[in-house]
């Protein structure tokens, strides 16, 4: 009989039959090598399973009154808890139906009575072996899914931050707070979400790209970080110089972006639809704007939707030198916009999402605080 070895935890069988001189002769069997659990009947085996460690293998008789052999291996068989201990029928039906029976339910193994104790010891041996290879593959392959989802949430949490400390950056510099970030973000993506059945924009509008909108839209004016701040800090109008150097910061945040993608050495989608973004969304549905001029569909769409957010929050803004506007005559202004300045079924949704809007205004006001802080950033910024 092989003798466990040394400092080796011994693996556990459960042994189930009615007979009690079939349960002694196993127990007689496995008890040198195994710890050794014994149940009389299939209702009492799945008793014993319940809220308790459990056995390595099982070793199962079919036929027992009340419930036989085949039930309780179903029954192991569609508990998650059980499923995966191996079990050996120990039978005295040696008909080839009943073998195929049992192992179609889920059995690895079918063994006839009367025993052979050297051919049990090595079936036991075996099954247990190949046991373990199996909760070893599951527990890395286990262990390896949590790793991905660690790794994944942490590069996604550290691209989030990067992002909108990018973003900030240019914040800083400009009249608006950084709460307009979060606000254009929200902004976008509820725009998105009405639209996602629409039938111009149902084929591009799924889940991905409105996780990608949601996370490009707060690189939308980097490129007023290359903007002088004699021009950007202007409290008043620009002249028409001017106005020619700020309407820069869309060429140069496309350039800005598409060199980070360049020093990544690969394409990335959310910075792909950050280019866009940055470069187009003072373009007009008419054609009027810049820096390309470009019109109707020809504008991407998400700098469609990013031109009606940002002009939304532009106007209802607090700044340190102007008043917000108030919300309803902001939404007549972006209504009145429809097929000249915006594309007209995005100034439909965001007619229709009107109070979803000024919750998220709401939600992501600019305080005393932010505006009184945002004054003295600006003021050091033009000291030097």
Not at 124 to 132: Q, V
Not at 178 to 188: A, E, K, L, P, W
Request: hydrophobic share 40%.
């Amino acid at each position: 009989m092989e003798m466990p070895m040394e400092g080796v935890e011994k693996s556990t069988i459960l042994v189930v039959d009615d007979t009690p001189d079939n349960l002694a002769l196993m127990m007689d069997l496995l008890k040198d090598t195994y710890k050794v659990r014994l149940a009389n009947s299939g209702e009492r085996a799945l008793k014993m399973l319940v809220g308790s460690p459990p056995p390595d293998l099982i070793l199962l008789d079919i036929m027992m009154p009340g419930m036989d052999g085949y039930e309780v291996c179903q029954r192991l068989k569609s508990n998650p808890v059980t499923r995966d201990i191996p079990v050996v029928f120990l039978t005295a039906k040696t008909e080839v139906e009943d073998e195929k029976r049992g192992l179609e339910i889920g059995a690895v193994d079918y063994l006839t009575k009367p025993v052979s104790p050297p051919i049990v010891l090595a079936r036991i041996k075996i099954h247990l072996a190949l046991k373990a290879h199996a909760d070893f593959l599951r527990d890395k392959s286990d262990f390896l899914e949590n790793e991905v989802t660690r790794r994944t949430r942490e590069v996604m949490a550290i691209q989030d931050v990067t992002i909108l400390a990018m973003a900030s950056l240019a914040e800083t510099r400009d009249s608006d707070t950084g709460n307009h970030i979060r606000r254009t973000q929200f902004y976008v993506k509820a725009l998105a979400e009405h639209l996602r059945n629409h039938p111009r924009f149902a084929a591009s509008l799924n889940e991905s790209t409105i996780q990608m909108l949601f996370k490009s839209a707060p690189l939308h004016d980097i490129g007023k970080v290359g903007i002088p701040d004699r021009i950007l800090l202007k409290p008043g109008r620009f002249d028409a110089h001017e106005f020619e150097v700020m309407k820069t910061h869309t060429t140069l945040g496309r350039d800005a972006i598409a060199h980070a993608e360049k020093q990544l050495g690969m394409q990335v989608d959310f910075l792909s639809m950050a280019k866009e973004i940055a470069l187009s969304h003072q373009e007009k549905w008419d054609g009027t704007g810049y820096p390309q001029g470009l019109a109707g569909d020809a504008i991407p769409m998400s700098a469609r939707l990013m031109a009606v957010a940002d002009v939304y929050d532009a106007l209802i803004s607090r700044r340190v030198y102007k008043e917000g506007m108030p919300h309803a005559q902001a939404v007549g202004i972006i209504a009145q916009g429809r097929g000249s300045h915006f594309d007209p079924d995005i100034a439909d949704a965001f007619v229709a999402l009107r109070d979803e809007f000024y919750a998220i205004a709401q939600r992501f006001a600019d305080s005393d605080d932010d505006l009184a802080q945002k004054k003295a950033t600006q003021e050091r910024l033009g000291d030097t």
